[in-house]
């Protein structure tokens, strides 16, 4: 069975970091590509960045790019997300997503002064 678990959120000022963390278990990891998605309250599902199975490249919403930041740890199976100066909008619930495999459930950042 596969499972995703996402960590790291919470509430920081605007200009702040976090690094969310999703620990992938019940699946073979390697290279595997990975994608973060988020949603605001009463807006729709928006991606937020997409990790190819080479590891090496990386997409990003228009909205994050320059500031967000994508990354893998194979050894420990876990999928990060580097937000660095966070806005108010980026204030969602974030989740990690294996594409066609399974979801997290999602972990709440709140960007607020």
């Known amino acids: 069975q596969v499972q995703l678990v996402e960590s790291g959120g919470g509430s920081v000022q605007p200009g702040g970091s976090l690094r969310l963390s999703c620990v992938v278990s019940g699946f073979t990891f390697s290279t595997s590509p990975m994608t973060w998605y988020r949603q605001a309250p009463g807006k729709g599902r928006e991606v937020v960045a997409h990790?190819?199975?080479?590891?090496?490249?990386?997409i990003y919403s228009d909205s994050v790019q320059g500031r967000f930041t994508i990354s893998r740890d194979v050894g420990l199976s876990t999928v990060y997300l580097q937000m660095n100066s966070l806005k108010v909008e980026d204030t969602a619930v974030y989740y990690c997503?294996?594409?066609?495999?399974?979801w997290g459930p999602g972990t709440q950042v709140t960007v607020s002064s």
């Open positions: 997503n294996v594409p066609g495999i399974a």
């Open positions: 990790l190819m199975s080479d590891g090496e490249n990386a």
